[in-house]
């Protein structure tokens, strides 16, 4: 397996992804035992829900400092200090001080910290970490009628790793209705597994809102579980009108993404965010920052 490797758009270099637990995703997506691991247990919500459960456990406070140092994470930005924190997964799903992600003066926000795919038209994506790789656009909704509203509309996925902020935000003004969700099996999401299935993005349990804007139509905003994932907390007020920028909700312990989907004709992704994908290559940014106009 090839190592991960992302444009970074602060600094405009390309860099390679400390991958948290990469030994056991290569072992488990990479290994003839490990796969068969995989599909008799760790696929499944009950291991996710018992790793996310001892995350929980008051000792797991000791994790923090090694995972601090080990990741370079900047402790100025929390929002509170890493001596706070009452267990590992309290230190996961952190604040962070409104300073420390300013929100642009853009239409369009990216809704996380992390490493983001766009595509100009869902439908006619052609290659997504390798080639021939299309996204399921009914698969992801669940739902062939709604899927058609969004094919040929513009796709944005942001994908988290362990090390980043783990709370996502709405990418615009509207007001956000109920949140469903479709179960499923939790995979990684990580590149080591989607370069040999993307279908697991649509297969894993993932969240769905409809977020009703006066400028951009209805915009689809979806989180999906992975290995790990304890759960999909939302912290926003259904009906309620949001600002841009506005926190949604959090992953509990583990990698996750966040998708974004658009009514075709409403929004032009950021150009270096479509010219970078149009590579096969992931652009790392910070929630808040420009995603399209």
Same mark, same amino acid.
């Given at each position: 397996m090839e190592p991960i490797k992302y444009l970074n758009r602060e600094t405009g270099a390309m860099e390679t992804e400390q991958v948290y637990g990469e030994g056991f995703l290569r072992w488990a997506y990479g290994?003839?035992?490990?796969?068969?691991?995989?599909?008799?247990?760790?696929?499944? &919500?009950?291991?996710?829900?018992?790793?996310?459960?001892?995350?929980?456990?008051?000792?797991?406070?000791e994790k923090i400092a090694p995972f601090l140092e080990t990741y370079g994470l900047d402790?100025?930005?929390?929002?509170?200090?890493?001596?706070?924190? *009452?267990s590992f997964n309290d230190f996961f799903y952190r604040k962070l001080k409104p300073s420390a992600r300013p929100i642009a003066d853009s239409p369009i926000v990216l809704p996380a910290d992390g490493r983001h795919l766009g595509f100009a038209k869902a439908s006619?994506?052609?290659?997504?970490?390798?080639k021939g790789q299309k996204f399921d656009v009914a698969g992801l909704l669940g739902s *062939?009628? !709604?899927? $058609?509203?969004?094919?040929? =509309? &513009? #796709? !944005? @996925?942001? $994908? !988290?790793c362990p090390v980043d902020y783990h709370r996502f935000h709405f990418p615009c003004t509207g007001t956000p209705g109920e949140?469903? *969700?479709?179960?499923? &099996?939790?995979?990684?999401?990580?590149?080591?597994? !989607? $370069?040999?299935?993307?279908?697991? #993005?649509?297969?894993?349990? $993932?969240?769905?809102?409809?977020?009703?804007?006066?400028?951009f139509g209805t915009v689809i905003c979806m989180e999906i579980g992975a290995t790990c994932? =304890?759960?999909i907390q939302q912290t926003f007020t259904p =009906?309620?009108?949001?600002?841009? =920028?506005?926190?949604?909700?959090?992953?509990?312990?583990?990698?996750?993404?966040? #998708?974004? @989907?658009?009514? &075709?004709?409403?929004?032009?992704?950021?150009?270096? @965010?479509?010219?970078?994908?149009?590579e096969m290559i992931e652009l790392y940014a910070k929630i808040g920052t420009e995603a399209g106009h």
């Open positions: 290994n003839p035992l490990g796969k068969i691991a995989l599909h008799g247990f760790v696929k499944r &919500p009950f291991f996710s829900k018992w790793y996310g459960h001892r995350m929980d456990a008051p000792k797991t406070t402790a100025a930005d929390f929002e509170k200090s890493p001596d706070e924190f *009452t006619e994506i052609g290659s997504v970490f390798v *062939t009628e !709604l899927a $058609r509203k969004y094919e040929n =509309g &513009p #796709l !944005l @996925l942001s $994908r !988290l949140t469903r *969700t479709v179960n499923g &099996p939790l995979f990684s999401v990580s590149p080591l597994a !989607l $370069r040999q299935r993307l279908s697991y #993005l649509w297969e894993n349990k $993932r969240t769905i809102t409809e977020l009703v804007t006066k400028e994932v =304890g759960s =009906g309620q009108e949001i600002e841009k =920028g506005a926190e949604k909700g959090y992953f509990a312990f583990g990698g996750s993404s966040t #998708l974004l @989907l658009f009514e &075709p004709g409403t929004v032009t992704l950021a150009s270096d @965010l479509i010219e970078s994908s149009g």
